[in-house]
């Protein structure tokens, strides 16, 4: 991954040790590979050695140059490592101690003073998220900025549904202060990038989504503002574009970053962030009831997918803004009508030897297209030359109940060509369908 080569490349920075750089890889072997609990033994490691020989005042120091206009717009997908400022925040929330909860304090006072002056310095935007959470959590007093959920924290759906949350950053500090915030910005993918679902479970398969059409930019319309006591951000997330969840029961806590895109992260990486409360969410199996007539007309309409030429992907329900494309007459069309009804079958043609390669590439669109899961566009070697109808998008967000800010991503269709089918990769992509299935309750009803 390129965000763990650039890792290293800044810990060899001149002021990094061979041991230091070594558990910062370590680290990061250990969060590639799901040992999550490992990889932060590990960072702390690294960041305990980092400042192994320096004084709380000299730890002070450090951290009150590296608080420029842009010290929160680090390396993205780069650990938040101990040269970090989040570093430094973390080693001063490891040893805490009056030395530096005084030096901490003294920088919130002179942002607040700035902020409430409505005078910023020309070219310098008071940042004070990171740093007043820090000394909160040093004061062991409850974080100044919460993410709320309005609705329920105990939740229920249908696999592969996940419920979509109104979520909101919540000035709750306990001294009133104001909080500055990134207003907006990374959205332009269709989802807020700086957002994330920390997934738990005791029963159940968590898995980051395939999130994203196939030609996308990131980006977005931001602005710098701050949140005044009991004031409110709020957003709307789509969950389904963060998670896949299997049947099961899940402990879910949304977290928030002000400046990095963790969405795709499964290591926070030492970011200082946050979160929700605990959401508990239960996700019972789909029941498809199926008649015979029904699978009569499914079998019908798959022997009728075409075999040669080019194939369309319509990456969204189906409706009546698709006609134009996949007309409703056509056997694609009746199949994407029929919705869950023909997913049993479909997956059975798509995971069959005997369906023939560009038949095979209808099927899995029909599906993605159904699920919301699999999308074929994205491996090599499954699809002909093909057309993608991306779906449009909206992201909406404001300080008040109304969300009035955001952006839109109109729906667009894509000609793909030089794609060529190579049956084994093609069939072994089918063959994901087949834990799918296990999810589903199919009954035979008359």
């Known amino acids: 991954m ?40 590990f960072l702390l490691e690294a960041t305990q050695y980092h400042f192994s020989r320096i004084r709380d005042e000299e730890l ?29 925040l973390r080693e001063m929330l490891r040893r805490g101690g009056p030395v530096i909860e005084k030096a901490l304090q003294s920088h919130v006072d002179r942002q607040v003073k700035i902020m409430r002056s409505q005078e910023p310095e020309r070219g310098r935007q008071p940042y004070n998220l990171e740093m007043l959470t820090t000394l909160r959590r040093i004061q062991k007093r409850p974080d100044p900025i919460r993410v709320e959920i309005r609705g329920e924290y105990e939740l229920e759906s249908i696999f592969p549904n996940v419920p979509n949350f109104a979520v909101a950053l919540a000035n709750r500090d306990g001294d009133a202060l104001p909080v500055a915030y990134r207003k907006g910005g990374d959205y332009r993918t269709g989802r807020l990038e700086r957002w994330r679902f920390a997934v738990e479970t005791t029963k159940g398969e968590a898995s980051l989504a395939e999130f994203g059409e196939l030609f996308q930019f990131g980006g977005g319309l931001l602005s710098y503002s701050f949140l005044n006591p009991d004031e409110k951000w709020n957003a709307s997330l789509t969950a389904r574009d963060y998670v896949d969840l299997t049947p099961g029961d899940y402990t879910i806590r949304i977290q928030y970053h002000d400046s990095d895109t963790i969405a795709d992260n499964t290591w926070l990486g030492g970011r200082i962030v946050c979160q929700s409360a605990p959401i508990r969410l239960h996700v019972q199996p789909r029941v498809v009831d199926v008649s015979k007539k029904d699978r009569q007309t499914v079998a019908g309409l798959i022997d009728k997918l075409e075999t040669k030429g080019n194939v369309k992907v319509l990456a969204g329900a189906y409706g009546k803004g698709s006609h134009d494309f996949i007309p409703p007459d ?117």
């Open 2 to 41: 390129a965000w763990r080569l650039i890792l290293l490349t800044v810990a060899f920075d001149g002021n990094q040790t061979f041991r230091e750089a070594a558990l910062l890889n370590l680290a990061n072997t250990r969060a590639e590979a799901g040992k999550i609990a490992d990889a932060d033994k």
């Open 60 to 88: 002070c120091e450090r951290f009150a140059k590296l608080i420029t206009p842009k010290w929160r717009d680090g390396n993205r997908h780069v650990i938040a490592g101990p040269s970090s400022a989040e570093g430094h």
């Open 330 to 446: 056509t056997p694609a069309g009746k199949l994407l009508a029929s919705g869950w009804k023909a997913v049993p079958q479909l997956i059975d043609a798509a995971t069959s030897k005997e369906t023939p390669p560009v038949r095979r590439a209808w099927i899995l669109g029909i599906l993605y297209s159904i699920t919301s899961r699999n999308t074929p566009c994205w491996k090599s070697g499954v699809l002909p030359d093909h057309l993608v109808r991306n779906a449009g998008w909206a992201i909406w967000y404001g300080t008040g109940e109304e969300l009035t800010s955001g952006g839109i991503g109109f729906a667009s269709t894509s000609s793909v060509s030089n794609t060529k089918i190579v049956p084994e990769t093609q069939l072994e992509f089918a063959r994901r369908w087949e834990s799918f299935r296990k999810h589903l309750v199919v009954r035979d009803v008359e």
